[in-house]
């Protein structure tokens, strides 16, 4: 389950970006930011980077997480659903946990069925989104 959640979160995480404001001025190398300076970490574009996690990306598969989270791609700082370092999301633990136990409910009572009236068309609106929402078919076992 952890990795069927990871590899949604990865293709869909609920926040496309990620952003800081730089307190004091930081060079990198010839580049220097000033103080004050807003920057955005695009967390779906580099959950999506060949490069990280290879010509595959696009596919769903959960497999690429059985070797732990940190692993599943080139660098661990390409896997950031919850963010990254000290502000990171603190409800990490809390919506995990939430969202075992109400796929755990699901799964034990109903077999799934994507609805043919589904149309995949994601779409960023503060969080990412079915854009025609979701329907599926519930199936009591
Ligand atoms: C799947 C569910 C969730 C996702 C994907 C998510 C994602 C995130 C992300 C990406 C951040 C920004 C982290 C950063 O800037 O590095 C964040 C921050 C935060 N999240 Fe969540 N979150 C989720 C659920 C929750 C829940 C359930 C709570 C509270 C119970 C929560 C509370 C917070 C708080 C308070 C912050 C701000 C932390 C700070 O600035 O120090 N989140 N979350």
């Not at 955005?40 to 769903?60: E, K």
């Not at 661990?76 to 603190?90: D, K, L, W």
């Amino acid at each position: 389950m952890n990795m069927i959640i990871n590899e949604t979160q990865r293709l869909y995480p609920a926040a496309t970006i990620i952003s800081r404001q730089v307190r004091r001025e930081v060079k990198f190398g010839k580049l220097s930011i000033p103080s004050g300076t807003e920057v955005v970490i695009p967390a779906l574009a580099i959950q999506y980077d060949p490069q990280q996690w290879g010509t595959d990306v696009h596919l769903f598969k959960p497999e690429r997480f059985s070797q732990g989270a940190m692993n599943a791609s080139k660098s661990p700082m390409a896997f950031i659903p919850f963010g990254f370092g000290p502000r990171m999301c603190v409800g990490l633990n809390f919506a995990t946990l939430q969202t075992k136990v109400a796929l755990s409910m699901i799964l034990q009572r109903f077999s799934l069925l994507l609805s043919p009236s589904y149309r995949h068309a994601p779409i960023t609106r503060v969080t990412t989104q079915p854009q025609h929402g979701a329907p599926i078919i519930l199936n009591p076992l």
